[in-house]
């Protein structure tokens, strides 16, 4: 059983910074796709970024240049530094995990992570 725990979420002022951490059970990152999405009131799921393994991370337009996805196979660990935050960052941020199993693909959900950013 794949299981995905977020942590490091919080209240940080407008141009701050916060990195969060997604520590994996079940999986290892190889064959696997890593990703970070967040989900903002009242607006649908979207996607922050994504990692997959021995390839190039991919950025969502808004965040790129503030984000960086960066992944620790030892810890088995992906994690998501977040400089210069703006408002609109503010969401709930979940971890997924893109699984290859015997040719087919299954999607795994962290509970997600508050990130609040305000003065």
């Known amino acids: 059983q794949v299981q995905l725990v977020e942590s490091g979420g919080g209240l940080v002022q407008p141009g701050g910074s916060l990195r969060l951490s997604c520590a994996a059970s079940?999986?290892?990152?190889?064959?696997?796709?890593m990703g970070w999405y967040r989900q903002a009131p009242g607006k649908q799921r979207e996607l922050v970024c994504t990692?997959?393994?021995?390839?190039?991370?991919n950025y969502a337009d808004s965040v790129k240049g503030r984000f960086t996805i960066s992944t620790d196979n030892a810890k088995n660990t992906v994690y998501l530094q977040m400089n210069t935050l703006k408002a609109e960052d503010t969401a709930i941020y979940y971890c997924?995990?893109?699984?290859?199993?015997?040719?087919?693909?299954?999607?795994?959900w962290g509970q997600g992570t508050q990130v609040t950013v305000s003065s």
């Open positions: 990692i997959a393994s021995g390839g190039s991370p």
């Open positions: 997924h995990a893109l699984v290859k199993r015997g040719g087919t693909f299954f999607n795994y």
């Open positions: 079940g999986t290892s990152f190889s064959n696997n796709v």
